[in-house]
């Protein structure tokens, strides 16, 4: 028997993953009504979404895109500017979507978790980096978190199959990215259309790039940590380059559950909104008719060092998680704006991650300026770098 209709509030809903949240909830009119829409900036796109599914807020990241979205709007929907209007959509639903990119979502799991609600998390980043303050948010009652990230989503479902002291380890699937067998040597001279070119999924671009470096699956075992509770050393990266399994729980008796689609991110995103109902829609469905090859292998952690460096800050703990993101998202930018060789990027990480001085996180306002000193070395690194070529 299907549960009533659940309002859904939709952060960061002209991203990738918004986009998608959009398909997914009109797939299923009788079962979501958003009621909420924030985004940064992309006001044609947010207006087509307002017009389409007319919710009763709008909000929108800064003054001038505000004055242009205003006329756009249908009628009886109200406007919101800046952080005040993020805030105000992560407490307007039942289930709140966080698609933002990167430690910006960090206003928005906090709401959505002390507001109680639902929160299907799609920025893993905000629980990363603050993963203390979200944790103390996540007692907070009828709140609770539901994974969008396929690898999560994946092992949430394996693991409600089983209790936590039959498993043994979680195996967390990758791809491999674009760089995938490639050496060091090779990526030298890598540039950012060739890191854009993901084999399998179609993302972002600071995700993408991640996902060239494997620091997006570095930061995806914290996350998977900080998840469901399992000790580092008993989660591990597997590369599988048909990103068809999408991750895997090994149990103590030796048996492996997987859980298996085509790369859709439909599929996470109806599971994390309407958990523990499942969508009549089929996305990402695999054709068993067919002949379908998987192949699986470790990760050249030497080539790709930003894995290592996650676990590192993951098991530090303490700002380390704070300070890998920050350094990570400020080194990003500066390879996509064509500053920084992709090299580069684990380079900026470590030394950011060595200057980290272990101050606890208490509150927010602990967890913001270990961020802010973070990305002040992580741009000073950059500049050094610049001026030295």
Known sequence: MLGAVKTVSLVGS????????????????????????????????LADQARLLRPELVAVGDAESARVLAPLLPPRTELMVGEDGLV??????????????????????????????????????????????????????????????????????????????????????????????????ALEKVGVAEALSHPTWSMGPKITVDSSTLMNKGLEVI???ELFGVPYDRIEVVVHPQSVVHSMVELVDGSTIAQLSLPDMRLPIGYALGWPERLDHAFGAVDWSGSLSLSFEPP???????????YAAGRAGGPAPAWLNAANEVAVAAFLDGRLDWLGIPEVV????????????RDVEDVLDADRRARALASETVERRLASV
Do not use: M, W
């Not at 991203?15 to 009788?30: E, K, L, M, N």
């Not at 050249?300 to 996650?310: E, M, N, V």
């Not at 470590?350 to 996180?361: I, N, T, Y």
């Open 88 to 185: 105000c959509a992560a407490r307007a639903a039942d289930v709140v979507l966080n698609a933002v990119v990167g430690f910006a979502g960090l206003p928005v799991t906090l709401t959505a978790l002390e507001s109680g609600r639902r929160l299907a998390l799609a920025n893993k980043e905000s629980l990363i980096a603050g993963a203390p303050v979200v944790q103390r948010a996540r007692r907070t009652p009828g709140a609770e978190i539901v994974p969008v990230d396929s690898e999560h989503c994946a092992i949430h479902q394996c693991l409600s199959a089983v209790e936590l002291h039959a498993v043994r380890r979680l195996l967390v699937t990758a791809s491999g990215g674009p760089f995938r067998g490639r050496t060091r040597a």
């Open 300 to 310: 050249d952690r030497a080539t790709f060092s930003c894995l290592d460096l996650a």
């Open 223 to 225: 996350e998977a940590h």
């Open 14 to 45: 002209t991203g990738s993953i918004g986009t998608q949240a959009v398909d997914v909830v009109r797939a299923a009119p009788d079962r979501y009504r958003v009621v909420a829409l924030a985004a940064h900036r992309s006001v044609e796109v």
């Open 350 to 361: 470590a030394g950011v991650l060595d200057r980290c001085d272990g101050s606890p996180l």
